[in-house]
């Protein structure tokens, strides 16, 4: 049995290879410095090599900043791994890479800078950046950061923005933004706010398609172009990864801006004057991200969306450094962590050395999962036991659920920890106990499916019976001996 070829979507081992520029020393050589750099994913600045962000564990509340591989180079996902194995962690902050501790962004909520929102669960989402395993600010309504601001633009001063979002993981609620905004949580008046929005909301009414969108939250208002009006340029992003883009002289003109992250070059949805009551801006100079600016002190955040990487820039970029800025996005090699497509078949092939020959499978005899051999002399019940549908999320669209090849809509579930193959019952719990987020294999190569309800568990195999796991827990099976090869799992050619 020969697996998949995914190299381009497998993480690699060992240390990577500083950029001779990041996109923050591109904005320096035109005239534009960066005033505030944030990621989870890598360096911003060819130099920088402090901390990317902090994770905080829910078991006993300890945290850890999570640096770089080398200086200038991708997050060290595997010291978030090894701090966060066994429970669950979350983003409780994003550095800036500048410097400047008044723009490291802290969550909206009790323990961070107080409010009504909560931390983004660190682990939701994986993905490769230059073929390395790092983790995205995969932020869900209820989620939202803040800083307070130090020598970012104020009034009508210009100001350039971009962020690196995901073209996939979008809603219509108010507001996925990064970038200016009040420092009081309150809408303070027509251009307070100078911030990249994406998302599928239609503020004015009146668009052409359902987005998701690179709009200006300017406050009091979502705009696609230079009015109320809906802009005929706007073209939707739906890419997994989508560069976002707003520079805004803060007197007369704005440009929005977005790309396919991974390949291509910038399209201008609009370049002209700024909307009638906007000129001159009256920015604030706080940052937020993932909400609106008059949130999250007493309301909570109601827009989903990713972050993996932003910054802001003093002045007003040229075009030229703006698609040098795209053109290092692209070369940065962001890659999804996962290859699996809604009704294609899969076989899952055990990874730890003793079992090579061993595929996921449901017991014939009772509902049980197993691992077991199966070869090409099988009998066709064996192969097709050993195969899985792929469907949608049954409760995270984002995410998938495994049906059976041979008994329509029974699929893999857990209960009690331990994974059966039962007919789907409608009921939530049923839903979420059958959903699994794909991830880059926790042993650096293939995949691991992580429960969407139990996110530090995984799918393994112990004792050649399948469970969802921990990296060491209570149960025999989260022993931590041979935890990364028992919960990854090669996407093979489907026997059946």
């Keep these: 049995m020969v697996a998949l070829a995914l190299p381009a979507l497998v993480a690699l081992a060992g240390t990577s290879q500083a950029a001779a520029q990041g996109p923050c020393d591109i904005y320096a050589a035109?005239?534009?410095?960066?005033?505030?750099?944030?990621?989870t994913t890598r360096a911003l600045f060819a130099s920088y090599s402090g901390p990317l962000y902090q994770v905080q564990r829910t078991s006993d509340s300890a945290v850890r900043d999570i640096g770089l591989l080398s200086a200038g180079g991708v997050a060290d996902a595997a010291a978030q791994d090894s701090f966060c194995a066994g429970t669950v962690?979350?983003?409780?902050?994003?550095?800036?890479?500048?410097?400047?501790?008044?723009?490291?962004?802290?969550?909206?909520?009790?323990?961070?800078?107080?409010?009504?929102?909560?931390?983004?669960?660190?682990t939701t989402e994986a993905m490769t950046v230059g073929g390395h395993k790092a983790y995205a600010l995969y932020i869900k309504p209820g989620n939202s950061y803040f800083a307070?601001?130090?020598?970012?633009?104020?009034?009508?001063?210009?100001?350039?923005?971009?962020?690196?979002?995901?073209?996939?993981?979008?809603?219509?609620?108010?507001?996925?933004?990064?970038g200016?905004?009040?420092?009081d949580h309150r809408a303070d008046g027509n251009g307070a706010m100078d911030a990249i929005n994406f998302g599928t909301e239609c503020w004015f009414g009146g668009c052409s398609g359902t987005g998701p969108w690179v709009q200006a939250d300017l406050e009091n208002g979502l705009f696609a172009g230079g009015s109320k009006a809906w802009n005929p340029n706007q073209v939707a992003q739906t890419s997994p990864f989508v560069t976002a883009m707003l520079k805004n002289s803060g007197t007369t003109q704005m440009a929005l801006q977005g790309a396919n992250a991974q390949s291509g070059s910038l399209t201008k949805f609009y370049g002209g004057a700024l909307p009638s009551g906007y000129n001159p801006m009256h920015k604030q100079g706080a940052i937020i991200l993932g909400s609106g600016g008059d949130c999250c002190q007493t309301n909570r955040n109601d827009s989903a969306g990713t972050f993996y990487e932003g910054a802001m820039v003093k002045g007003y970029p040229s075009d030229a450094t703006d698609a040098a800025v795209q053109a290092n996005i692209a070369a940065a090699?962001?890659?999804?962590?996962?290859?699996?497509?809604?009704?294609?078949?899969?076989?899952?092939q055990a990874t730890t050395s003793c079992c090579t020959n061993d595929y996921l499978q449901h017991d014939t005899g009772d509902d049980r999962v197993v691992i077991a051999p199966v070869t090409a002399g099988s009998s066709a019940t064996d192969k097709a036991?050993?195969?899985w549908i792929i469907r949608p999320g049954l409760a995270d669209g984002t995410c998938l659920s495994f049906e059976s090849a041979n008994?329509?809509?029974s699929y893999l579930r857990h209960y009690a920890f331990q994974l059966h193959l039962t007919p789907k019952d409608g009921t939530a719990q049923f839903a979420a106990d059958a959903t699994f987020c794909p991830q880059p294999g926790n042993s650096g190569t293939g995949y691991s499916f992580q429960s969407v309800n139990y996110p530090a568990k995984y799918i393994r195999h112990y004792a050649s019976t399948a469970y969802i796991a921990s990296n060491g827990g209570t149960n025999a099976w989260d022993t931590t001996s041979l935890w990364r090869a028992d919960t990854?799992?090669?996407?093979?050619?489907?026997?059946?």
């Excluded at 090699?333 to 899952?348: C, D, E, M, N, R």
């Excluded at 990854?488 to 059946?496: E, I, Q």
């Design 30 to 39: 035109g005239g534009t410095p960066c005033v505030a750099a944030h990621s």
């Design 89 to 122: 962690c979350t983003i409780t902050r994003v550095y800036d890479q500048t410097g400047s501790s008044g723009n490291t962004l802290v969550y909206q909520g009790p323990g961070g800078t107080g409010g009504a929102d909560t931390a983004a669960v660190a």
């Design 148 to 178: 307070g601001g130090s020598g970012v633009p104020t009034g009508s001063s210009p100001e350039g923005e971009y962020m690196v979002t995901s073209g996939t993981h979008v809603n219509n609620g108010c507001c996925f933004d990064y």
């Design 180 to 183: 200016n905004t009040e420092t």
């Design 333 to 348: 090699g962001y890659a999804t962590g996962t290859p699996f497509t809604a009704g294609a078949k899969v076989s899952l």
């Design 385 to 387: 036991d050993a195969t």
């Design 407 to 409: 008994a329509a809509g």
């Design 488 to 496: 990854t799992w090669l996407a093979a050619t489907p026997w059946s």
